[in-house]
């Protein structure tokens, strides 16, 4: 069976043209599981959990477009590619078998590995840059508190008086431990 897996990183970004190659692969659509929206530097993702645990059998077919929409990191190419191969499961990279047995087709699968971390990595400095950027020049002020000032200054009131705990304040003003937490420090207490 073919199985196909997609990916994007943003919301805005469109899945279309990977499906339709995954389609043109002779993967139908029901076999196909996506991410619209995750990054591919972490695993944790639920549509490659489902073509994952769908590619189970020996002879099934996992496709991507490219290794990049697969994983970002070297490390998580290489387990899954292995986790694939120790099932009989075929990885196949676009029109080309990924074979862990062939000296050129590993290289050239550890390359195209280092390559997607690399863009990932340029991609998160790049991010960074811009960021430091717009700070200096006051455009990014941080996330916006959950709860405006006069209830932020309530849960710092109450905090002070030793009474409820974080987890108690948390509950009753529908927040969590972190966002009690944050509210505390920034009152300087």
Same mark, same amino acid.
């Given at each position: 069976?073919?199985?196909?897996?997609?990916?994007?990183?943003?919301?805005?970004?469109?899945?279309?043209?990977?499906?339709?190659?995954?389609?043109?692969?002779?993967?139908?659509?029901?076999?196909?599981?996506?991410?619209?929206?995750?990054?591919?530097?972490?695993?944790?993702?639920?549509?490659?959990?489902?073509?994952?645990?769908?590619?189970?059998?020996?002879?099934?077919?996992?496709?991507?477009?490219?290794?990049?929409?697969?994983?970002? $990191?070297?490390?998580?190419?290489?387990?899954?590619?292995?986790?694939?191969?120790?099932?009989?499961?075929?990885?196949?990279?676009?029109?080309?078998?990924?074979?862990?047995?062939?000296?050129?087709?590993?290289?050239?699968?550890?390359?195209?590995?280092?390559?997607?971390?690399?863009?990932?990595?340029?991609? $998160?400095?790049?991010?960074?840059?811009?960021?430091?950027?717009?700070?200096?020049?006051?455009?990014?002020?941080?996330?916006?508190?959950?709860?405006?000032?006069?209830?932020?200054?309530?849960?710092?009131?109450? !905090?002070?008086?030793?009474?409820? $705990?974080?987890?108690?304040?948390?509950?009753?003003?529908?927040? $969590?431990?972190?966002?009690? !937490?944050?509210?505390?420090?920034?009152?300087?207490?």
């Amino acid at each position: 069976m073919k199985i196909g897996y997609a990916r994007v990183s943003t919301d805005s970004q469109d899945l279309t043209a990977q499906l339709d190659a995954l389609k043109a692969l002779g993967v139908e659509e029901k076999n196909i599981h996506t991410d619209p929206g995750l990054t591919g530097t972490n695993r944790e993702r639920p549509g490659l959990k489902q073509a994952l645990a769908a590619a189970n059998r020996p002879g099934d077919e996992l496709i991507v477009t490219k290794l990049d929409r697969l994983a970002r $990191s070297i490390r998580d190419a290489k387990d899954i590619a292995d986790e694939l191969s120790e099932r009989g499961v075929t990885l196949r990279l676009g029109n080309s078998a990924y074979d862990p047995a062939d000296p050129m087709g590993k290289m050239m699968f550890d390359i195209l590995a280092v390559f997607a971390e690399f863009e990932a990595n340029l991609i $998160s400095q790049r991010t960074k840059e811009g960021m430091a950027v717009a700070k200096a020049r006051g455009r990014l002020k941080g996330k916006k508190p959950k709860l405006p000032p006069n209830q932020e200054k309530r849960l710092v009131e109450l !905090h002070a008086t030793g009474e409820h $705990s974080i987890t108690e304040l948390a509950e009753d003003f529908g927040v $969590s431990r972190a966002t009690v !937490h944050r509210a505390v420090e920034r009152a300087g207490r």
